[in-house]
């Protein structure tokens, strides 16, 4: 089955800084990749999702990369605030399903320092 | 804000108990699923259902079992909760087409 590896567990940067965090995939049949966040005590919310046929997309402060050949895709929050502080899930959907049928990284925690 | 309802949101059983935790939406979508969050944050998929009268187990074994009657709601059912049962369930759907998955804010059990 699909196995997704996120790096890095914990995150502490400066308010304005930017953060990173990087995913490996296995199954090369997954064709979409979701970033979820989740704040204390909330479910997870998407805040950008990509497409095997798409290798990067933007929106405001937050952008992902995709490497197909190298099964791996990346988040990137630029100017980070206090309010990105939460906990990031990369996710894939192992064989090519549904996009709701996900395989989740192992979670990154995030914190921002004002 | 995404209209999918997990009740109750905290729980706590004794083991042996029967307990059914709660998951509707309104979205009217076709697809739903029950993941299980552990302390250590990773989530797994438990069951999911494609429509009406189908269920699937999913990659993490799990003592519970779930039925979709109506296409809103998709109840999991424990029959005899035991300690191990002690996690957050998260309720998630998605559209007939491939679109996103909208979690549910979660039932945080624990069984005692």
């Known amino acids: 089955g699909e196995n997704v590896e996120q790096h890095p567990s914990t995150l502490s940067v400066q308010e304005g800084d930017s953060a990173v965090i990087k995913c490996t995939y296995s199954d090369s049949a997954s064709n979409y990749f979701p970033w979820y966040k989740q704040e204390l005590g909330k479910g997870p919310q998407l805040i950008i999702d990509?497409?095997?046929?798409?290798g990067e997309k933007k929106d405001q402060r937050i952008a992902v990369t995709l490497n197909k050949t190298a099964k791996h895709f990346s988040l990137h929050i630029t100017e980070t605030q206090p309010e990105d502080s939460a906990v990031y899930f990369c996710a894939a959907n192992a064989g090519g399903t549904s996009y709701g049928k996900l395989t989740f990284g192992q979670g990154t925690i995030l914190t921002v320092h004002p | 804000e995404a209209d999918i309802y997990q009740t109750p949101r905290y729980l706590v059983i004794g083991t042996g108990k029967k307990i059914t935790l709660e998951c509707s939406q309104t979205?009217?979508?076709?697809?739903m699923y029950w993941y299980q969050q552990d302390p250590g944050m990773e989530l797994h998929l438990i069951h999911y259902s494609y429509g009406v009268n189908s269920t699937e187990k999913g990659d993490l074994s799990s003592e519970s079992t779930v039925s979709r009657i109506r296409t809103e709601h998709f109840p999991l059912t424990l029959e005899s909760a035991r300690p191990s049962h002690t996690s957050q369930y998260l309720c998630a759907s998605s559209g007939n087409v491939n679109t996103e998955a909208f979690f549910g804010q979660g039932t945080r059990l624990t069984v005692v």
């Open positions: 990509i497409r095997s046929n798409v």
């Open positions: 979205m009217g979508h076709d697809k």
